[in-house]
Nanobody
Framework: VQLQACGGGLVQPGESLRLSCAASGRSIFNVMGWYRQSPGKQRELVATLTTRGSTHYADSVKGRFAISRDNAKNTVYLQMNKLKPEDTAVYYC?????????WGKGTQVTVSS
């Protein structure tokens, strides 16, 4: 299984970005989501979405970020609005299937004026 994330970049505070992550193969993952890691900090959960449509968001992104997925394309998206400097991090795509965790390589998001 390979996860390919893209969509990161440099934006100003208040702007938006959309991340996407495509998983190889035909497996439908139980949970797909996004995590992020800033320098000197542990990797933290940003948002997850199950095949049944249940979502979970970190408190810091509630109301600003939205996760969605296209099961037919095995792709998960993260729409990030009203970005803040503290959202700056490397964002990692994650997929879970039968107890196994799969990770993408990460995409850098930098929010700076």
């Amino acid at each position: 299984v390979q996860l390919q994330a893209c969509g990161g970049g440099l934006v100003q505070p208040g702007e938006s970005l959309r991340l996407s992550c495509a998983a190889s193969g035909r497996s439908i993952f139980n949970v797909m989501g996004w995590y992020r890691q800033s320098p000197g900090k542990q990797r933290e959960l940003v948002a997850t979405l199950t095949t049944r449509g249940s979502t979970h968001y970190a408190d810091s992104v509630k109301g600003r970020f939205a996760i969605s997925r296209d099961n037919a394309k095995n792709t998960v998206y993260l729409q990030m609005n009203k970005l803040k400097p503290e959202d700056t991090a490397v964002y990692y795509c994650n997929a879970k299937l039968m107890g196994a965790d799969y990770w993408g390589k990460g995409t850098q998001v930098t929010v700076s004026s």
